[in-house]
């Protein structure tokens, strides 16, 4: 089943790479195993995907503990400043940085073990009420220059999620006004490259738009089981 959904997945990426010319090695493919059980990232990991996302702080933490493969693990969920301990020694990118308080946690806490930890600022591109993440250009590239005097962290891209809908435009909208924040920072001199973006629902948008890193769970997987 799993190994059928990845080829499916795959035609789906190379088809979006080949609309918009680019090649394939441009884009990570994270596979996102929240709530899914140990079984099933084993046979992802079989199938030759090593970038694993989750975005429970205790989830990651108990499954690093338990799978003993060399994986790239993608912590991807809001996360608070209290369970930066769960996964900084295991999370080789945390996605969704919205605030100077966490990066100081995090930065204190990567600077004890001895790591640089890679980072994504996760920004808020919808207008839905329920999504984290920096609100306004303002406050990112005053967040992006307190973060960049933190030597335990090291600012890789950007995240964000689109809203839940079949209007295409507004998913596109979302995913161009990520790159285009990317491209400002570049310009001003931060050193992103990554553009975290596009999942199930969207990911072909999101490769026509230049993505870098696709989390993609149900479409692996197959549905989640929350119970
Ligand atoms: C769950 C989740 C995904 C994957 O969602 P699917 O629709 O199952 O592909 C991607 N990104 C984040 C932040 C998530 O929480």
Not at 81 to 107: C, G, P, Q, W
Not at 201 to 217: K, L, S, V
Request: with cysteine; glycine share 6%.
């Amino acid at each position: 089943m799993i190994t059928k959904n990845l080829h499916i997945v795959e035609e789906r990426i190379l088809k979006a790479c080949l609309k918009v010319s680019r090649q394939r090695s441009e884009i990570s493919l994270i596979a996102v195993s929240k709530t899914q059980p140990i079984e099933a990232i084993e046979e992802v990991y079989k199938t030759g995907l090593t970038h694993f996302g989750e975005n429970k702080a205790q989830e990651l933490r108990d499954k690093n503990l338990i799978i003993k493969h060399d994986l790239q693990w993608h912590f991807i969920g809001h996360l608070q400043t209290n369970k930066v301990k769960y996964i900084i020694d295991s999370a080789e990118y945390i996605h969704s940085i919205d605030s100077l308080k966490l990066s100081e946690e995090i930065n204190k806490k990567a600077a004890n073990i001895g790591k640089v930890q890679k980072i994504l600022f996760e920004i808020k591109t919808s207008n839905e009420e329920s999504k984290f993440g920096i609100q306004n250009e303002n406050d990112f590239f005053e967040l992006i220059e307190q973060v960049s005097i933190l030597k335990n962290i090291k600012a890789v891209g950007l995240m964000t999620m689109a809203p839940y809908t079949n209007d295409e435009n507004v998913i596109r909208e979302c995913f161009r006004e990520l790159r285009l924040l990317r491209d400002k920072a570049q310009n001003k001199g931060y050193g992103l490259t990554e553009l975290s973006m596009g999942m199930t629902n969207d990911y072909e948008i999101a490769i026509e738009e230049g993505a870098t890193m696709i989390r993609i769970g149900t479409a692996l997987f197959g549905d989640r089981n929350y119970n």
